[in-house]
């Protein structure tokens, strides 16, 4: 979380991703055109890091309709009617609902009831059956 959304606040972000999965095969990461994920900056991220840029069509929401789905749930049950006294205690309650529920614990219709930690877990077992 930062004060404006520039092209280090989403590489910062993907770094993250990149070192905890560490993913041995190109990765497809898609965004919406916001300014950051059109960056030079952002396109030579991808590129060192073997990963692939996919956006959505301009003024379309459906394109990216799980995160546009995530974000309204984090509103909802978290940051609604909610008055932080600073940004760090933000980012602390916001950082504690992804790692501490909405990952390991919120079920989900389209993960077939699974968590999203629970569903990956699941589906790597499944190719390791195979």
């Known amino acids: 979380m930062k004060s404006s959304p ?12 990149v070192w905890r999965r560490r ?4 990765v ?5 055109q916001g300014i950051q994920y059109t960056s030079s900056d952002w396109r030579s991220f991808l590129n060192e890091h073997n990963l692939e840029a996919s956006m959505s069509r301009k003024d379309n ?3 990216n309709a799980v995160a546009e789905s995530f974000f309204s749930l984090l509103k909802k049950d978290r940051v609604k009617r909610k008055i932080y006294s600073t940004r760090a205690e933000a980012r602390a309650e916001i950082f504690d609902y992804i790692e501490g529920f909405y990952n390991p614990r919120r079920n989900h219709g ?3 009831g699974l968590s999203p ?14």
């Not at 520039?6 to 991703?17: C, G, R, T």
């Not at 497809?28 to 919406?32: A, E, K, P």
């Not at 930690?117 to 390791?128: C, G, I």
């Open 117 to 130: 930690v629970r569903y990956e877990k699941q589906y790597y077992q499944q190719l390791e059956d195979v």
């Open 110 to 112: 389209t993960n077939g």
């Open 61 to 63: 929401c459906h394109d």
């Open 28 to 32: 497809l990461v898609h965004s919406d």
């Open 23 to 26: 993913p041995k095969k190109k």
């Open 6 to 17: 520039k092209a280090d606040l989403v590489i910062d972000a993907l770094l993250m991703a």
